[in-house]
Nanobody, 119 residues
Framework: QVQLVESGGGLVQPGGSLRLSCAAS????????MAWYRQAPGKERELVAT???????NYADSVKGRFTISRENAKNTVYLQMNSLKPEDTAVYYC?????????????WGKGTLVTVSS
């Protein structure tokens, strides 16, 4: 069994910064892709950023230049550094990992952490 636990969400003023973390625990051989998604009230979940096992990153256009995704493989952890936050970044942020267990790849999701950008 694998668990993903996000942390670091909260209330921040426009222009501020937050750093989200997501740590995986359990039966893990290795982790392939890691990603952050978000879901704003009344909207569908959308992809924010991805990072491959080799460190290649991709970002949604709406966060390019403001958000940075990174990973720490020794800790099975992915981070999302969010700078210059805007009210439209308000959402529940979810991490997703593709985890190798023995010979199987399986996707796991965290339960989410709320980010509120407001003055």
């Amino acid at each position: 069994q694998v668990q993903l636990v996000e942390s670091g969400g909260g209330l921040v003023q426009p222009g501020g910064s937050l750093r989200l973390s997501c740590a995986a625990s359990g039966s893990i051989s290795s982790i392939n892709d890691m990603a952050w998604y978000r879901q704003a009230p009344g909207k569908e979940r959308e992809l924010v950023a991805t990072i491959s096992s080799s460190g290649r990153t991709n970002y949604a256009d709406s966060v390019k230049g403001r958000f940075t995704i990174s990973r720490e493989n020794a800790k099975n952890t992915v981070y999302l550094q969010m700078n210059s936050l805007k009210p439209e970044d308000t959402a529940v942020y979810y991490c997703k990992m593709t985890i190798v267990q023995a010979i199987l790849n399986k996707e796991y999701w965290g339960k989410g952490t709320l980010v509120t950008v407001s003055s």
